[in-house]
Nanobody
Framework: VQLQASGGGLVQPGGSLRLSCAAS????????MRWDRQAPGKERELVAV???????DYADSVKGRFTISRDNAKNTLYLQMNTLKPEDTAVYYC?????????WGQGTQVTVSS
């Protein structure tokens, strides 16, 4: 299984970005998919998670601003990020979990700066 993250970039505070994570095969086997991020000098942290059934959960710091979704027909995971803040600057990683293990994408850089 390979995961390819994309959509990062430079955006001004208050702006929006949508990250995508394309899986090399079907996503139906993934019980959980999630976005994590790692800022410089900090530990990697969970940002958002979505189950196969579509249940979602978010870090408190992004609730109300970020939305995670998955399109199983397109084998793609998304993270819509609105009202971005400088503290959202990080490398964002997608991750998928099935009964065999856990898989990571390569990361995409998000920089929020004026």
């Amino acid at each position: 299984v390979q995961l390819q993250a994309s959509g990062g970039g430079l955006v001004q505070p208050g702006g929006s970005l949508r990250l995508s994570c394309a899986a090399s095969g079907t996503m139906l086997g993934f019980s959980v998919m999630r976005w994590d991020r790692q800022a410089p000098g900090k530990e990697r942290e969970l940002v958002a998670v979505i189950t196969r059934d579509g249940n979602t959960d978010y870090a408190d710091s992004v609730k109300g601003r970020f939305t995670i979704s998955r399109d199983n027909a397109k084998n793609t995971l998304y993270l819509q990020m609105n009202t971005l803040k400088p503290e959202d600057t990080a490398v964002y990683y997608c991750r998928a979990i099935d009964r065999f293990g856990s898989y990571w994408g390569q990361g995409t850089q998000v920089t929020v700066s004026s």
